[in-house]
Nanobody
Framework: QVQLVESGGGLVQPGGSLRLSCAAS????????MGWYRQVPGKERDLVAT???????NYADSVKGRFTISRDNAKLTVYLQMNSLKPEDTAVYYC??????????WGQGTQVTVSS
């Protein structure tokens, strides 16, 4: 059983920054790609950014140049540094991990609200 626990969400003004963290725990052999997704009410969950176990990153066009994904394999943690936040970044942010051989795990989500 694998658990992902997110932290770091909250309320921030436009132009501000937040850093999300997601820590994995439980029983598993390996963690492959980790990533962040976001969802607003009534819409599908969208990709924000992913990072492989070797550090290869991928970003949604809407966050390129503003968000940075990173991971600490020793701490089993993935981070999302979000800068120059916009109101349209408001969403519930979910951590995701591909564990072992294709097991897809989600965190419980953390709310990010960008508003003045």
């Amino acid at each position: 059983q694998v658990q992902l626990v997110e932290s770091g969400g909250g309320l921030v003004q436009p132009g501000g920054s937040l850093r999300l963290s997601c820590a994995a725990s439980g029983s598993f052999f390996r963690i492959n790609t980790m990533g962040w997704y976001r969802q607003v009410p009534g819409k599908e969950r969208d990709l924000v950014a992913t990072i492989t176990s070797h550090g290869i990153t991928n970003y949604a066009d809407s966050v390129k140049g503003r968000f940075t994904i990173s991971r600490d394999n020793a701490k089993l943690t993935v981070y999302l540094q979000m800068n120059s936040l916009k109101p349209e970044d408001t969403a519930v942010y979910y951590c995701n991990a591909d564990v072992n051989w294709g097991q897809n795990v989600w965190g419980q989500g953390t709310q990010v609200t960008v508003s003045s």
